[in-house]
T-cell receptor, first 116, second 117 residues
Framework: DAKTTQPPSMDCAEGRAANLPCNHSTISGNEYVYWYRQIHSQGPQYIIHGLKNNETNEMASLIITEDRKSSTLILPHATLRDTAVYYCIVRVAKNAGGTSYGKLTFGQGTILTVHP | EAGVVQSPRYKIIEKKQPVAFWCNPISGHNTLYWYRQNLGQGPELLIRYENEEAVDDSQLPKDRFSAERLKGVDSTLKIQPAELGDSAVYLC???????????????FGAGTRLSVL
């Protein structure tokens, strides 16, 4: 799976949009971009994923650049409860054979702190 | 709908003692994962099951770690004997994989925090 690069930490004011960047310059054509977050003392929580089109759900929006080498997770109106570590993960989604496709490879993520 | 349930939440043991963690995945999920998360790091996969079969255990330290998933539902992860370096959070996750195309949305439990003294 392709490697990702994220800033170690970011701050955001409550009520403002939080834009978390991720670089994945070595991404392959069959690899998706996934975002998970981990709130203190909890397990990781799925947020959103996409291949090449922008995606939106009730939690966030995912913007993927046209060359797919980077993406941005957008939390439109951050709240204090959004304070967490955010992980950007690139991986194959379809079964291409072998045993590694089911693995999520977590980096160190971005610590997002939302301030009042 | 109940999520992934893990127990215990916390465990403190002395080194060389055995320890076991239990995981109940989301109903209907055929794939189960055990991850280990060291302090300040992201989780790392230890083993992945598809139904009862361990299909990826390449990262499981087999000299002291073992896992089982009887009847393709609940799973236990065991360490015997535990070492100081095993102190970490052990996370269980489950997902639905069907027809060769993985949904690949893994749902995680809250984890078991192990402290080895």
């Amino acid at each position: 799976d392709a490697k990702t690069t994220q800033p170690p930490s970011m701050d955001c004011a409550e009520g403002r949009a939080a834009n978390l960047p991720c670089n994945h310059s070595t991404i392959s054509g069959n690899e998706y971009v996934y975002w998970y977050r981990q709130i203190h003392s909890q397990g990781p929580q799925y947020i959103i994923h996409g291949l090449k089109n922008n995606e939106t759900n009730e939690m966030a929006s995912l913007i993927i650049t046209e060359d797919r080498k980077s993406s941005t997770l957008i939390l439109p109106h951050a709240t204090l409860r959004d304070t967490a570590v955010y992980y950007c993960i690139v991986r194959v989604a379809k079964n291409a054979g072998g045993t590694s496709y089911g693995k999520l490879t977590f980096g160190q993520g971005t610590i997002l702190t939302v301030h009042p | 709908e109940a999520g992934v349930v893990q127990s215990p939440r916390y465990k403190i043991i002395e080194k060389k003692q055995p320890v076991a963690f239990w995981c109940n995945p989301i109903s209907g999920h055929n794939t189960l994962y055990w991850y280990r998360q060291n302090l300040g790091q992201g989780p790392e996969l230890l083993i992945r099951y598809e139904n009862e079969e361990a299909v990826d255990d390449s990262q499981l330290p087999k000299d002291r770690f073992s896992a089982e998933r009887l009847k393709g539902v609940d799973s236990t992860l065991k360490i015997q004997p535990a070492e100081l370096g095993d102190s970490a959070v052990y996370l269980c996750a489950s997902s639905l994989v069907w027809g060769g195309v993985a949904k690949n949305i893994q749902y995680f439990g809250a984890g078991t925090r192990l402290s080895v003294l």
